[in-house]
């Protein structure tokens, strides 16, 4: 905190922003819905120094922020420009300015103020050659962004291109990447400019491996989609030209079943019961889990042996004797089998 320099302290209204997190030069229109932002951009429309402190929301999902929900680094910022849309709500085309830190925050009225230092970039020690290789090095890596990235432009690697000082290269490469508020907000929190580009690179490779790693697991399912919908394709074929020929399986199977019932000779109740079954059968499509738990409940049925019966001998010696050949000792239970 040494290298920090304090130019002045003065208080600007604060306004707080969801997920996203705006940057030094950086150009952004910014709606305005909830009630103390819309107090205070009418407030600010009044006045002749249009400047105000712009901080990102810790969770974007708080509607009515306190100073423990904002980031304590900020962007101080003047409002260029403002509209009045047809819901009642308004929009704001806002300029970041310089990195602050906010030092303490001012009730006042409907929304905060906020005392702040501003802060100056810390040189390091790193030689200006080596400082143009990183520079060299993000603006390559972005190229290579741009081209998986679909929610960038060659437009936009063009201006990053034409960036020739190494404190803004990071901040505009990072302000144009969909990447969280967070990870947003450490560049911001980052005052040397040398680990600002090696952060920068970091968070910049890191994206291009997680497109890239997502276009991999869309291909993937895509190639399974589109072999499944193949495989589908081709035995509704091979359905339709065996129907043509007679061959229809399912038709030989009911057909098989049928001729199954008949021979089986089952009692009249029970015939009537296969019978029934066998007809839903016929309605139920083969494909349906359905399907396959009536067929299984007609196999069973047809493999009882309803006309074959058994001669049992109830010679209770010849038991005994079937007993002591197939088991040894055991006398008690064998006593009671025969008692």
């Not at 980031?71 to 300015?97: H, Q, R, W, Y």
């Not at 409907?110 to 005392?115: A, L, Q, R, T």
Request: hydrophobic share 35%; with cysteine; glycine share 2%.
């Amino acid at each position: 905190m040494e290298d920090l320099k304090i130019q002045k302290k003065t208080e600007y209204s604060v306004l707080p922003l969801r997920n996203t997190v705006l940057f030094p030069n950086q150009i952004i229109p910014i709606y305005i819905g909830r009630k103390q932002s819309l107090q205070l951009i009418t407030d600010i429309s009044k006045e002749t120094d249009k400047t105000i402190v712009v901080v990102a929301q810790k969770d974007g999902n708080v509607e009515s922020p306190k100073p423990d929900d904002l980031f304590e680094v900020a962007t101080l910022a003047t409002v260029m420009k403002i509209f009045d849309m047809p819901d009642n709500s308004k929009s704001a085309i806002v300029k970041g300015i310089k990195r602050v830190k906010i030092k303490r925050y001012i009730n006042y009225a409907e929304y905060f103020k906020c005392k702040y230092e501003e802060i100056d970039e810390i040189h390091s020690t790193s030689e200006p050659i080596e400082l143009q290789a990183l520079c060299g090095n993000l603006k390559s890596l972005f190229s290579n962004l741009i081209n998986v990235a679909q929610y960038l432009s060659d437009e936009q690697s063009n201006v990053l291109i034409n960036i020739q000082k190494p404190e803004k290269i990071s901040d505009k490469a990072i302000s144009l990447m969909n990447i969280s508020t967070q990870e947003k907000q450490e560049i911001l929190e980052e005052f040397d400019i040398h680990s600002r580009l090696e952060k920068a690179l970091v968070l910049i490779n890191r994206e291009i491996q997680r497109i890239e790693l997502g276009e991999r697991i869309q291909a993937d399912v895509q190639d399974e989609i589109s072999k499944s919908q193949k495989e589908y394709y081709l035995r509704e074929q091979l359905k339709a030209i065996k129907k043509e020929l007679g061959e229809d399986e399912s038709n030989l199977e009911i057909k098989e079943i049928e001729e199954k019932i008949k021979k089986a000779k089952m009692p009249k109740d029970i015939l009537k019961v296969a019978n029934k079954e066998l007809n839903r059968l016929l309605k139920i499509p083969t494909h349906s889990p359905e399907y396959t738990v009536s067929r299984t409940y007609l196999d069973w049925l047809v493999e009882l042996p309803w006309s074959k019966e058994s001669k049992d001998n109830e010679d209770i010696k010849y038991a005994e004797k079937i007993l002591n050949e197939d088991h040894y000792g055991l006398k008690k239970v064998k006593e009671r089998s025969n008692s």
